[in-house]
């Protein structure tokens, strides 16, 4: 699948985004959810960012899918949710 960036603008903490397209005349909708997961909630100590990382999304929400980890700081990580197709 190709990716498409477009600026949203700045959100707020658990805030859902819509995206409605059309790809070769056919309307398709697009669902995102972006979270902030705090270094300081990471389940188990660990130094290890991308290990934290692992253990804090582990057991989000089985319907959604990550899309993409973003830059973090020294507080938190932002990560976007996708929405999962129903079958």
């Known amino acids: 699948m190709g990716i498409i960036g477009i600026e949203v603008p700045e959100l707020n903490e658990g ?3 819509v995206v409605d397209i059309k ?3 056919i309307e398709k909708q697009y669902k995102y959810r972006v979270e902030l997961f705090y270094w300081d909630d990471c389940p188990f100590p660990t130094d290890d960012r991308a290990e934290c990382i692992k253990q804090l999304i582990a057991n989000y929400d089985e319907s959604w ?3 993409h980890i973003g830059i973090p700081n020294d507080t938190y990580v932002p990560i976007t949710f996708k929405k999962k197709r129903n079958s």
């Open 23 to 25: 790809v070769n005349g």
């Open 65 to 67: 899918q990550l899309a």
């Open 15 to 17: 805030q859902d985004i």
